[in-house]
């Protein structure tokens, strides 16, 4: 493969799940470690990634650009926050995962909608901010630097004294088979712990997402409530899930 053709292939991976290992790159692309690693110090140096310690992410990953340039499949992601807004109920209790997707959901959210929202997510609690009758509890912990998400003990345990109406949960894959995964054993332990502090689950997710899997497990399709795309409910791309107990939308 063309070096222009893996800076191709690593761009399209990095925009569609955020944030990619070189490991699983060099697997993907049957190259050595070393041959990604130069790939995406090329990528970062002409500011189409970011190159963090042992892969990189998108530069949309923990910003959010007004004009949304640096967000990938922004119109999608509005599609979805859309959605997942008429889930909504004035006076509810939501939690909110990290996400581009969850940022955007956090953008649209209707000013005049009372709502008590938590997340661990510093980017989406500063979004929050801006909508005056909506409460912020940040839920606080070591902040992740790449993901800007706190994770860790401190932030587990707030989470196992609550229990929310609805939790918009972000995902790095899902598989109708293999369920939710992610690529960050830390990030994957906040959201379990997320799902315990839920009534009702629900993953905003791009269809490009849809049949990937990550090393990690979140949770099986079964316990997710409501599956969110940009799609209808009908679409072909989505026949995995119709014979499950969950809601498409």
């Not at 892969?55 to 922004?74: D, H």
């Not at 995902?171 to 995964?181: A, K």
Request: aromatic content about 4%; glycine content about 6%.
């Amino acid at each position: 493969m063309l070096k222009e053709e893996r800076h191709q292939f690593i761009l399209n991976e990095v925009r569609i799940h955020n944030r990619v290992l070189l490991t699983d790159i060099a697997d993907l692309l049957k190259v050595s470690v070393d041959t990604v690693r130069r790939d995406i110090k090329e990528l970062h140096n002409t500011d189409q990634l970011k190159k963090v310690h042992g892969g990189a992410i998108s530069l949309g990953f923990n910003t959010y650009s007004p004009v949304g340039k640096k967000v990938y499949s922004l119109e999608k992601k509005s599609q979805i926050a859309e959605k997942a807004i008429t889930l909504i109920k004035e006076g509810q209790v939501i939690l909110l995962s990290g996400g581009t997707t969850n940022l955007e959901l956090a953008r649209r959210l209707p000013s005049k909608m009372k709502l008590t929202c938590f997340t661990p997510s510093l980017p989406i609690a500063v979004q929050l901010l801006t909508k005056s009758n909506v409460e912020v509890i940040f839920i606080g912990g070591r902040l992740s630097k790449d993901s800007q998400i706190t994770v860790g003990g401190s932030a587990i345990n707030m989470l196992s004294e609550i229990k929310v109406d609805i939790c918009f949960l972000g995902t790095n894959s899902i598989h109708p088979v293999q369920g939710l995964t992610e690529f960050d054993w830390e990030i994957v332990q906040m959201k379990k712990a997320m799902i315990h502090s839920s009534r009702k689950v629900v993953s905003p997710c791009i269809s490009e997402k849809i049949g990937s899997l990550q090393r990690y497990k979140i949770c099986g399709t079964e316990d997710v409530d409501v599956l969110i795309t940009e799609l209808e409910p009908w679409d072909i791309k989505l026949d995995a899930f119709k014979t499950m107990n969950l809601q498409l939308l």
